[in-house]
């Protein structure tokens, strides 16, 4: 999603401001106003946030001493448009909708615009996609009404965002490749680092992590040169992802705690909830399970503070995953059960596939297998849909295991069909592992043994150490 403030809205609010002026001394307070609404912009995008609050509401003071509503509205934009990356919602939205009902009223369609951009910004992190998603669209329809190429691929970018989260990844990608060419045609540098991160996303939800470290290199990149703190801890975050996904865990944690420092500098409590999270995902797979719990812990409690429905479910889906770890199964069910309450209601389908995944395996642990099939059977609907290709293949296994309880030759048979098939190393690996245990037959166990530690000196993933431990 797009974060960056307008350059024309200065041009524009100026003019006004100062052709309006009845008196050297309203003139002079417009001349105050203009630079103060450009050192607000310079501070926010280096992420001085706490200068910026001040320099924006000592606008509004003046803009009311004025009596001016283009200039009262404009301030209450300004305010509301960086409340809501502070995470305070509830204001930005108020001060949104306060300047969108002046500027309905002056007929001003770019503060409209604007306005209902903020807005849907604000339900967007609030949990609500489908009034985010018609906030974008209407954005979408008054930039395409005034020719506005730049908004217009800004609305793109933001209905993006949300065709990822309901797993859309045509829709998504075709949003934001249409904004890319748009801003690279404008040679908007500060738009091109968003862009490029949002590529990111979807290549990396479509499993293309090579594709994605580049829109994230690239994003980090001009961000840097721009000064641009929100979006430098966003793109060190995201090529943290990458590298937790490819068993980096030490470079890893470098980017989350960097992430995490600047999130907290810039007190951007949403970037410290997901660094936190993924810190302890990384733990986990260290087999660190102890610090794992403490990231996951803190990250949860920030995510309740801020009553983000999203981010409570992820890091409750991975505290599931963790407790399972623990061997404490029943924390373990609570906690997959409380995330797929929460990914249902927000319609979270990637996370949902992942959780009911999740619950279903420990079903089968717990040798409750009518339950564990019903589970199973809706994560992999779900994951084919989707096309999380990975969770397919973890579905599938299970659902061969659920056959085998009851017809034991035709599970073993479909497995080995499975391992014809073209597959991953660790998928692979995890076939003989299933075969060995269904049929003790000993060159499973043995391609097992040697697949594992082959993996386990690439990636030290934990799972990996358990299961060679379990065989040998």
């Known amino acids: 999603m797009i974060y960056s403030p307008d350059n024309w809205k200065i041009r524009d609010f100026n003019n006004t401001c100062i052709l309006a002026a009845r008196n050297i001394e309203e003139m002079m307070l417009c001349l105050e106003i203009k630079i103060n609404m450009k050192k607000g912009e310079v501070l926010q995008l280096i992420g001085r946030w706490d200068e910026t609050d001040s320099v924006f ?20 934009y300004n305010l509301g448009n960086l409340l809501w990356q502070r995470n305070a919602y509830e204001e930005a939205f108020s ?9 309905m009223e002056l007929k001003d369609k770019r503060g409209i615009q604007k306005t209902i951009s903020t807005m849907g910004y604000v339900f967007y992190f609030q949990n609500n ?12 329809d008054i930039a395409e009404e005034l020719g506005d190429e730049h908004e217009i691929g800004k609305a793109l970018d933001d209905l993006g965002a949300i065709y990822l989260d309901y797993g859309n990844h045509k829709k998504a990608l075709e949003c934001h490749l249409r904004f890319l060419k748009i801003v690279e045609k404008l040679n908007n540098k500060n738009s091109i680092k968003i862009a ?16 994605a470290l580049k829109c994230y290199q690239r994003s980090l990149n001009v961000a840097k040169e721009l000064g641009d703190k929100f979006r430098i801890s966003f793109a060190l975050l995201s090529i943290g992802i990458v590298c937790l996904n490819h068993g980096n865990y030490e470079q890893a944690m470098e980017y989350f705690e960097k992430t995490i420092q600047i999130s907290e500098e810039l007190g951007n409590k949403q970037g410290i909830i997901y660094a936190k999270n993924f810190a302890g995902t990384t733990y986990h797979r260290k087999g660190d399970f102890e610090k794992s719990m403490k990231f996951f812990t803190s990250a949860l409690n920030i995510a309740k503070e801020l009553d983000t429905k999203r981010g409570i479910a992820f890091v409750a889906g991975n505290m599931g995953d963790l407790y399972r770890s623990l061997k404490k199964y029943k924390k373990a069910e609570e906690f997959f059960t409380s995330a797929i309450l929460v990914e249902r209601e927000i319609q979270l389908k ?4 992942k959780d009911l995944y999740r619950k279903a395996d420990l079903s089968f642990f717990l040798n409750r297998i009518e339950e564990s099939n019903i589970l199973n059977k809706e994560a992999l609907q779900l994951a084919e849909e989707l096309n999380q ?3 397919i293949f973890e579905c599938k296994v299970l659902e061969m295991k659920i056959l085998s309880k009851t017809d034991r030759k035709g599970g073993i048979r479909q497995l080995e069909n499975m391992l014809k098939e073209s597959l991953k190393e660790t998928q692979k690996a995890a076939l003989h592992y299933e075969l060995f245990k269904m049929t003790g037959k000993k060159t499973h166990r043995v391609t097992a043994i040697k697949m594992y530690r082959k993996q386990y000196e690439k990636t030290p993933n934990i799972l990996y150490k358990e299961r060679i431990a379990e065989l040998i």
Not at 57 to 76: D, G, P, Q, T, V
Not at 129 to 140: G, T, Y
């Open 57 to 76: 509401r000592k606008n509004l003071e003046w803009a009311y001493k004025l009596k001016r509503k283009e200039m009262i509205a404009e301030s209450k």
């Open 95 to 103: 001060l949104s909708e306060d300047a969108h009902k002046i500027f």
């Open 129 to 140: 996609c489908e009034e985010a998603m018609r906030c974008f669209k209407r954005q979408l």
């Open 196 to 211: 490029m991160g949002s590529l990111g996303n979807v290549y990396f939800s479509m499993g293309n992590f090579e594709k």
């Open 350 to 353: 990637a996370a949902l596939c």
């Open 389 to 391: 290709q990975d969770i």
